[in-house]
T-cell receptor, first 111, second 114 residues
Framework: GQSLEQPSEVTAVEGAIVQINCTYQ??????LSWYQQHDGGAPTFLSY????GLEETGRFSSFLSRSDSYGYLLLQELQMKDSASYFC????????????FGSGTQLTVLP | EAQVTQNPRYLITVTGKKLTVTCSQN?????MSWYRQDPGLGLRQIYY???????DKGDVPEGYKVSRKEKRNFPLILESPSPNQTSLYFC?????????????FGPGTRLTVT
């Protein structure tokens, strides 16, 4: 089976940097995706890591360590609009066409 | 505009009354999928489809059916809805070369079964 763990809530202030961690336990693994979801809205794709290392897209970066079964999403220069839920999701080698999501991290950005 | 559309957006129904939630995408994507989202449980995949006439079960397929007769459409069918199917449902699509890891989601359908 597989499981994903991420913190349920994170709070930070505007302008700060925040890191949202995701650990996974799977029997096979292709890569780790990150999605953002504002209250009641559609999830939107942020990033995907198939290889170890850091991927940077503007203020957002995502990191993967396959040996540690661990990844994180780094949000820099936080803005109020970044308040949302963030989900990590794994693509499993046994079922490469499926995406399994974590339960999400609610990020609150304070002024 | 490239998008995934779902209808209806909101639906209240009674136990046992068959219903269909439609999903359509205009991006010519091969891959389509249905998820349900419940508080504290994240997104759980119900069914997915790699292409026309090719569908497969996700993690929570019980009580649901799907069909993929055309590339753009992927309806979700609840033959006999029950209260435990009250949830927020999302349809998603993805290009074949990025199947599953980069998905484009519809606006969601909030279903209540009484």
């Amino acid at each position: 089976g597989q499981s994903l763990e991420q913190p349920s809530e994170v709070t930070a202030v505007e302008g700060a940097i925040v890191q949202i961690n995701c650990t996974y336990q799977t029997s096979g693994f292709y890569g780790l995706s990150w999605y953002q979801q504002h209250d009641g809205g559609a999830p939107t794709f942020l990033s995907y890591n198939a290889l170890d290392g850091l991927e940077e897209t503007g203020r957002f970066s995502s990191f993967l360590s396959r040996s540690d079964s661990y990844g994180y999403l780094l949000l820099q220069e936080l803005q109020m609009k970044d308040s949302a839920s963030y989900f990590c999701a794994v693509r499993l080698s046994g079922s490469a066409r499926q995406l399994t999501f974590g339960s999400g991290t609610q990020l609150t950005v304070l002024p | 505009e490239a998008q995934v559309t779902q209808n209806p957006r909101y639906l209240i129904t009674v136990t046992g009354k068959k219903l269909t939630v439609t999903c359509s995408q205009n991006m010519n994507h091969e891959y389509m999928s249905w998820y349900r989202q419940d508080p504290g449980l994240g997104l759980r995949q119900i069914y997915y489809s790699m292409n026309v006439e090719v569908t497969d079960k996700g993690d929570v397929p019980e009580g649901y059916k799907v069909s993929r007769k055309e590339k753009r459409n992927f309806p979700l069918i609840l033959e006999s809805p029950s209260p435990n199917q009250t949830s927020l449902y999302f349809c998603a699509s993805s290009p074949g070369d990025r199947a599953s890891y980069e998905q484009y989601f519809g606006p969601g359908t909030r279903l209540t079964v009484t």
